[in-house]
């Protein structure tokens, strides 16, 4: 592809962990940033809009600009000056890979715009180094739900079949958890009982997503890896699990690092999770945002 003068990118939102795949496992919602890359002689100009558009930075410190930079580092070149065009639809530090769309966001621009220099799998690992963990950035960049792995060098990424009967319902409170907070209270040992555990869990979560099973997605939504430990910094957490399974959900887990909790059901019960996880929040007078979300199955566009 040859250079060109403008691209635009959108990026969705993505739910990492489910469960018991800490750092590994995440997937792609249809929830989207939009990001404009314009060049421009007159310098680096960033505007924003849509949630929350006001706590997005407008200088060099942005991260989907710094994710551009990163891009023209790696190519060896000096970066274009632009004008950058952000339309917010994830909300910030709340669980749902806004950080991911951003880094993803930045890396993919700045490639359509150099004409595709590099290929997508090391626009990935590139992601990755940025973020520090693949869940999001793997997902956010290709769509559907990933697993990814690797020995140290190269990442093995696998794609996880998700039954179409399988609905997620995200409660985005009105309160944020930075994921550095977050990673800050996880501990630096595990016990060999919790790492089988884990293991265990996340072979039955890959099944029952394949499947649709529910027995197994109902045991498989457990963790002892980061969500004991987690559960803390966010009010509600048992109120709302409860809620969930009680309307019917096969269990309900941290996306991400939090606030946001995510709920799997099937379509026969998800209006009812959606309302349950809703009300239990209400009564700890913490105002949310709960639906259902399908799967985005493309990851990033560009255009
Ligand atoms: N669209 C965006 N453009 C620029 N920076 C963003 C964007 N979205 C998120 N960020 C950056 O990522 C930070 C949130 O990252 P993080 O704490 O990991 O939360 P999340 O769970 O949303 O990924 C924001 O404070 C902001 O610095
Ligand atoms: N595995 C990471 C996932 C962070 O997801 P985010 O959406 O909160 O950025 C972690 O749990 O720390």
New binding site residues.
């Given amino acids: 592809m040859s250079v060109v003068s403008a691209i635009t990118v959108t990026v969705p939102a993505t739910t990492a962990n489910l469960g018991p795949g800490f750092d590994c496992i995440g997937a792609a919602l249809k929830l989207y940033?939009e990001f404009k890359f314009t060049r421009q002689e007159s310098g680096l100009s960033i505007h924003v809009t849509g949630t929350e558009a006001e706590r997005?930075?407008t200088d060099e410190s942005?991260?989907?600009y710094q994710a551009f930079v990163k891009f023209y580092q790696y190519i060896k070149q000096t970066p274009p000056t632009v004008k950058i065009e952000?339309k917010?639809g994830v909300p910030?530090?709340?669980?749902?890979?806004?950080?991911?769309?951003?880094i993803v966001g930045g890396l993919v621009a700045a490639n359509q715009l150099e004409g595709t220099p590099i290929s997508q799998s090391h626009v990935m690992e590139l992601a990755i180094a940025m973020e520090g963990h693949p869940d999001n950035v793997v997902p956010a960049l290709l769509g559907g739900c990933r697993l990814a792995a690797t020995s140290g060098a190269a990442w093995e990424i696998c794609d996880v079949p998700w039954h179409q009967d399988v609905v997620p319902v995200i409660a985005i409170p009105n309160f944020e958890l930075?994921?550095?907070e977050a990673r800050r209270v996880l501990p630096t040992e595990v016990s060999r009982a919790d790492a089988i555990f884990n293991t265990a869990h996340l072979g039955l979560l890959l099944r029952g997503l394949e499947t649709g099973n529910g027995q197994w997605l109902k045991t498989a939504l457990q963790d002892r890896l980061h969500q004991p430990y987690r559960k803390a910094l966010i009010p509600g957490y048992d109120a709302l699990n409860i809620a969930a399974v009680s309307a019917g959900a096969y269990g309900m887990v941290i996306s991400?690092?939090g606030p946001t909790l995510l709920a799997l059901t099937d379509k026969l019960h998800s209006e009812a999770v959606e309302a349950a996880m809703l009300a239990a929040w209400q009564e700890k007078g913490i105002t949310a945002e709960v639906r259902s979300l399908s799967l985005d199955t493309q990851g990033a566009k560009s255009f």
């Fill in positions: 940033n997005v930075q942005n991260l989907l952000i917010l910030l530090a709340r669980g749902l890979g806004s950080s991911a769309t951003a930075s994921t550095s991400g690092a």
